[in-house]
């Protein structure tokens, strides 16, 4: 499909991104045709499409309807709610989510209008995803990985892989707890900030015409003129709303307010472990995997505090190479208190087989050099 056949996601994008998204979209279509793309151009490709894709959702999904007060305010409670809750943008591993969630807006005008964004950007999102299986990188023959093949390894590395798989999971029992902890800390304190505030307009001396405070206009000003989703789902599921005896709109906290923040906050923090499982696997799964000659695996470090959790494993090889690998899940959180993770993956005391240790161990060097240092080595 050329980039003629995306109107509307194209109609929001300057002139400029609209050449960068046909580039994108030619480049992924050639790769097809060809049954291999270099992992630079797929990387490439995929950036633009993604941050076009993210662009236009703005325009088309969020500035007309959940960002639009005129939009909110003539919504029910229940669509309010529902755009409220579609708190991501279109991504590969978002798009069915987001789907249901537009589903269930009905026929509305902000359901409609998503759809038809949604069906335009899935063609993308499956080209993107069939790319990523024929990507090559330099001095590589193109080999197709499928999430099965990462889980489910050769016989020389199955046992590395149920290992690792085991320890990591491991980890995440020990920190699941810890996050939600922190994760529902965070969020009765983005409550208790927005009800402080609250009490200051309340308390203020009006001198001209007394001006709204409401969930949107509060998540507006601290947008500078965008209200942002994530906070206005996270300040509505909590609170209750009613007029004082001065007509003055009010919000309390609900009775199950605080309940309710714990259960999201477990759900949430399954996410997150499971999050970190996942990057970590498909990071370390293919280095062992293309090594062949796995030895050994022992834990030599592991740290689990609140809101954040820390593996070290040491992998060994037949042939006396080694790794460390050091695994990490960090809980930051934005201007609006909404949590976002990051899951470095680092290597350290990388041995080869022939004794000499690797500099500067990064993950390209740990794919394309240290997993050919058992196939080049001479025989004894």
């Not at 969020?187 to 007394?210: G, I, M, N, W």
């Amino acid at each position: 499909m050329p980039a003629s056949d995306y109107p509307i996601m194209t109609s929001a994008l300057s002139p400029r991104k609209q050449e960068q998204f046909a580039e994108a979209i030619e480049a992924l279509e050639a790769g097809q045709r060809k049954g291999e793309i270099p992992n630079a151009a797929y990387t490439r490709a995929k950036q633009t499409l993604s941050r076009c894709t993210e662009y236009a959702w703005q325009e088309r999904a969020r500035k007309p309807f959940s960002w639009n007060r005129e939009y909110i305010e003539s919504a029910s409670e229940e669509e309010r709610a529902k755009l409220y809750d579609m708190d991501s943008y279109p991504q590969m591993n978002t798009l069915a989510k987001l789907t249901r969630q537009a589903d269930a807006l009905g026929d509305t005008a902000a359901g409609v209008a998503i759809r038809q964004l949604l069906d335009e950007a899935r063609p993308v999102f499956d080209m993107m995803k069939a790319c990523k299986d024929i990507a090559v990188k330099k001095g590589q023959a193109p080999k197709p990985v499928t999430a099965t093949e990462r889980y489910q390894a050769p016989s020389a590395s199955g046992t590395a892989m149920a290992a690792i798989l085991a320890e990591l999971t491991d980890i995440t029992e020990s920190a699941r707890q810890g996050i939600a902890q922190a994760l529902a800390q965070r969020h009765e304190k983005t409550v208790e900030t927005f009800l402080a505030s609250q009490r200051a307009h309340h308390e203020a001396r009006v001198v001209d015409k007394p001006q709204r405070f409401d969930i949107f206009t509060y998540a507006r000003h601290l947008g500078r003129g965008k209200a942002d989703a994530q906070l206005m789902d996270r300040l509505t599921v909590a609170l209750d709303q009613m007029r004082g005896a001065d007509g003055k709109k009010t919000y309390t906290w609900k009775p199950d307010g605080k309940e309710i923040i714990a259960q999201r906050s477990i759900k949430e923090a399954e996410a997150i472990c499971q999050s970190y499982i996942e990057k970590n696997m498909s990071k370390l799964a293919p280095i062992v995997e293309a090594r062949g000659d796995y030895a050994g695996m022992q834990i030599v470090g592991r740290n689990v505090q609140p809101g954040s959790m820390t593996g070290q494993l040491r992998i060994s090889f037949e042939d006396g190479a080694c790794f460390d690998a050091r695994s990490q899940a960090v809980m930051s959180f934005s201007q609006y208190g909404t949590p976002f993770m990051r899951y470095p993956l680092t290597f350290h005391n990388v041995k080869l087989g022939d004794g000499s240790l690797m500099s500067r161990p990064s993950e390209q060097k740990m794919n394309e050099e240290f997993t050919k240092a058992a196939v080049e080595a001479p025989a004894p």
